[in-house]
């Protein structure tokens, strides 16, 4: 029987002029360099167990917009990538040096969220093809007892309440060696994950309740900085440029006056930058919680101005996020246009790449219909397609266009492994 070969790599319509593509010949021609460079911090500051990265393609600049520590959407990876996850993950745990056989999985607490759920059974799957044992406890504060959960997929999830005793963490009849969080703890650190002499993964530290996307992305600025240097370009090509300002509080209008006043010192920067490369485009600022995960708590402004002139239902959308948590501290980032499109309604389109460990494992491209270049497409009614980086992203083809597809995706892996490096720096402080 002939054996149909099926092409799974994107085709994407990308308005790509100037910058971007000799950005991309550049890294392409400096891989070796990079490379190294890469291994050698590495070794200086191990990566995060895992990670997912957004990022933005303008065409003249390609940047991250945002580092989730505690990812989902495993569901969305292709399926030929899942032999490169489960060699990562082996990676990443022998890297430990701690004798582990058996993981405990807690994840969150969406048990009506099937798409998420369905990315918990993929992750756990690959955990299983590693050579783990592994069981999933869960937070929810009411389970009592185990609960078994049927998804779309027709694979199964049994959740289960966790026991603690002295200062480890268990199941019933299962003590694990590690333990891996893929809950963010926007709400804050349970106590029952407080003070326990198993390893945690990631640290409790790096949930939401605790860290702040300024935070990471000072880091990531360190780190673009030096990675420019290395290979001689400007750092701006592929680092938003972003403040933050004291504590505000939407409903109350309090702290306006200072976001209104940063917005436009960060559009005169953007402006000069744009100048400088000739970028005929309008700058715009996307303002977001300092914390907090899943698209809430953003808006799109391009001038301050319209800080001043919010109505109570915008107030509303950004008083809150995850978990109804308040939003007291905000991030201005610069904003990055997505001139990707999918698919023949020209759908506008981001790139997420995953990793774990410091390996590129796949990725999607977060795809919306009724969204516009300069807005959050992490929101309702968005959609997935898989990035075929197997032949991309490892291994470049020099012979190749700088934007053809596998080449344009090696970029892709470049700078989220930039944003990965900042995350790591996080780990580290």
């Keep these: 029987m002939a054996i149909q070969n099926i092409d799974t790599t994107p085709h994407l319509t990308t308005a790509l002029h100037g910058q971007l593509e000799r950005l991309e010949s550049h890294l392409l021609s400096h891989q070796a360099d990079i490379e190294r460079w890469l291994r050698l911090q590495w070794q200086n500051t191990p990566a995060p167990f895992y990670a997912s990265v957004d990022l933005r393609n303008a065409g003249f600049k390609l940047a991250p917009i945002d580092t989730n520590l505690f990812p989902a959407g495993f569901n969305n990876l292709s399926p030929s990538m899942l032999p490169l996850c489960v060699q990562a993950i082996q990676s990443a745990i022998e890297r430990l040096n ?21 990315s918990v059974a993929t992750l756990r799957d690959m955990l299983q093809k590693a050579g783990y044992e592994v069981r999933i406890g869960s937070l929810l ?5 185990s609960q078994k959960l049927t998804l779309p ?67 990531y600025t360190q780190v673009a900085q030096e990675f420019s240097k290395e290979i001689e370009i400007d750092s701006w090509l592929i680092d938003p440029l972003f403040k933050n300002c004291g504590k505000i509080n939407f409903m109350k209008k309090e702290g306006y006056e200072c976001l209104a006043d940063n917005v436009e010192v960060l559009l005169n920067g953007i402006r000069s930058k744009y100048k400088e490369y000739n970028v005929a485009h309008k700058p715009f600022v996307i303002i977001k919680a300092d914390s907090g995960s899943y698209g809430m708590g953003v808006m799109t402004v391009h001038s301050g101005e319209d800080i001043l002139a919010l109505n109570r239902k915008q107030r509303t959308r950004m008083s809150s996020t995850k978990e109804g948590q308040a939003v007291q501290q ?20 981001e790139p997420v790449v995953y990793m774990i460990d410091h390996s590129v494992v796949g990725g999607f491209y977060r795809v919306h219909t009724t969204r516009g270049v300069n807005e ?14 197997a032949n ?32 790591a720096r996080e780990i580290n402080d």
Excluded at 400 to 411: C, H, V, W
């Design 141 to 145: 504060p009411d389970l009592q007892q």
């Design 98 to 118: 701690v004798s582990a056989y058996r993981i405990l999985l807690i994840p969150e607490n969406h048990t009506r969220n099937l798409y998420y759920l369905e």
């Design 330 to 349: 905000v991030i201005l980032q610069e904003g990055v246009y997505t001139f990707e499109t999918w698919g023949a309604n020209n759908a506008v389109a």
């Design 376 to 389: 959050n497409l992490n929101s309702p009614g968005m959609r997935f397609e898989p990035l075929a980086f």
């Design 392 to 423: 991309s992203c490892i291994t470049p083809e020099l012979e190749q266009a700088p934007d053809a597809e596998p080449n344009r995706f090696y970029a892709y892996g470049v700078i989220a492994r930039l944003a990965l490096l900042a995350a």
């Design 153 to 219: 997929s027709n694979k199964t999830l049994l959740l289960e309440p966790l026991i603690r005793e002295n200062d480890c963490i268990s199941v019933k009849g299962f003590k694990p060696c590690i333990v891996l969080l893929n809950n963010d703890l926007s709400s804050g650190q349970p106590t029952i994950l407080q003070g326990l002499q198993q390893k945690i993964l990631p640290p409790l530290h790096l949930g939401w309740s605790n860290r702040l996307k300024s935070s990471h992305f000072a880091h």
